[in-house]
């Protein structure tokens, strides 16, 4: 009878463990490979065990941790901010890709290609000190809104992946967001949302200068935080190759393959794969945004994790829950 | 009588409390001026507190940390790897500055400048994987030893400094270095002699791309982490304004100018004077390696802190403790 019962005990206690860590995400294989990785790795006793100091997992964002459709959330600032500096640039009027802009004449700024984009991210992102530019950033991230889904972009973050961040923290990993985005556009808001210190968050850099006490913006690519540039973010700002990889795209193959090359350690490669039209967007080989191809044949023989969105989530974004 | 008592276990519990923290330091200003500030940033109650994700605290390596005379111990590694790959190189015997490094024949190296200086570094930092630098790197560190103290380079650390990291950091700030000395070169040991993750060491940086699954380091500077370039490498790296900085030259200047101004918190700059010609090295205004001039007068004038190193030190290095 007593052993009955500790058995009943030990078994509640491994459901409840169970039913705690990801309860956004369905049984099944997907959420079994995490959860198996976590455990064997954290187990002293097991051989595949990864001391703490080593334990860095990096997440890139767009599309993998919030959305990044029908266009990379930093599109939409840049654009929100030219309609804000417009009164200020009357020569925008007649002037692309800010005519478009001004417009609202997206396929023409789509057209302008990556020349009318840098021209869209330089007018919008520099000029300014730092401190400035962060105050700016704060207040578009509190009160812009996206244009179909109708609320704050912050609240477009994956429940799931916000869930896998915490869990794998409560596992001692240190958690970094490596994103081709930007690096500045990402950091006012991004540690309070993902629980990521600033120090923690990589991305994609527009230079800067020392000037008069301040770090002032200046308008000219630094770093580009994409496809081979990530292995190369991940080296000066961890200086460790990481264990665990987290994307959605080809841009993040690098990274996750540079994870799958450490030697020394047992690795964990997943990438979110974008099957949910309904909930949020269906997207891989052929998206203008996020293409995920290679990448995607590549996991699947090398036995990768693959999310499927609509079958291993039970729900996409936080604000589901409170229905 | 109870009151006395108890006064006597709280005058007790000051006491232990007072003689627990930076044991190696001397009671006067200096010592009172840090742990006076410690106290009050820490304390909920004081109009001065820091939130414990806004306690940033960088620290110069070079000469702030660890010795730095009578040349750069990176200089001296770079000179132990040109004569451990002479053999490899017949042609060092007849090209300058290698012929005077296998010659011993230091002037001649000194006076071959900046330009001299960067073929060593490239001869000898690059051209190997990162993971293949590292193994030299730990090599060297836990072999090599200096020309006059013939103890290893990591025991010429300053025994007072650990014992303030490690202050800080049991007030909850994050330590961070910010130094003129290679990112990569640092990293390898830094992170144990000075318990600092290696996320959070910054430095100069060699090019390095990424090649075959690895991190392969290229013969071409990529940035100068020293004067102005310490707040830049502090936006990248940290994205915070720090609270508190250390250093001992003009070099830190622009980083220590840089916490005095945050305007949100109060912020403490702290200066090692180079002041013992016996137990260390004596030397500011006129030293060819760290000099420290208008930052002296500077520090003088806006009262930041300067310690001296012949008074305000019990010992220099740990080893001394064993004594």
């Known amino acids: 009878m007593k052993i009955v019962l500790v058995g009943l005990l030990l078994l509640s206690s491994v459901l409840a463990t169970a039913q705690e860590v990801l309860p956004s995400w369905n049984e099944g294989k997907n959420r079994t490979n995490v959860v198996n990785y976590v455990e064997t790795v954290t187990d002293e006793n097991s051989s595949d065990f990864i001391p703490v100091k080593d334990r860095i997992a990096v997440f890139d964002n767009d599309g993998t941790l919030w959305s990044e459709q029908p266009a990379y959330f930093q599109f939409f600032f840049a654009v929100d901010r030219v309609k804000a500096l417009a009164s200020q640039h009357p020569e925008w009027k007649t002037e692309q890709p800010f005519k478009a802009v001004l417009e609202d004449d997206m396929k023409t700024v789509i057209a302008s290609g990556k020349e009318g984009l840098l021209k869209l991210i330089m007018a919008t992102h520099t000029g300014m000190s730092d401190e400035e530019f962060d105050a700016i950033v704060i207040d578009w991230i509190k009160t812009a809104k996206h244009p179909t889904k109708k609320v704050h972009y912050s609240e477009l973050v994956f429940q799931p992946m916000l869930e896998l961040l915490d869990y794998l923290r409560a596992n001692d990993f240190k958690t970094f967001i490596v994103s081709g985005g930007g690096i500045d556009f990402m950091r006012p808001w991004a540690s309070e949302v993902y629980g990521i210190p600033s120090n923690q968050i990589i991305g994609s850099k527009i230079e800067v200068k020392y000037e008069d006490k301040k770090i002032v913006r200046v308008p000219k690519v630094r770093f ?21 990889a987290f994307g959605n795209s080809d841009g993040d193959f690098a990274m996750m393959e540079y994870t799958e090359a450490n030697k020394k350690y047992k690795t964990l490669q997943l990438y979110v794969h974008h099957t ?5 967007w269906a997207y891989d080989r052929k998206s203008h945004i996020g293409k995920l191809d290679k990448g995607l044949d590549y996991a699947k023989i090398h036995d990768w994790t693959i ?5 291993d989530w039970k729900v996409i974004y936080p604000f589901e829950l409170k229905k």
Chains 1, 2 share one sequence.
């Open 224 to 244: 580009i935080d994409d496809k081979e540039g990530k292995p190369v973010g991940i080296h000066y700002h961890i200086g460790q190759r990481p264990v665990a």
């Open 307 to 311: 999310v499927d969105m609509k079958n």
């Open 276 to 280: 949910d039209a309904k909930r949020e």
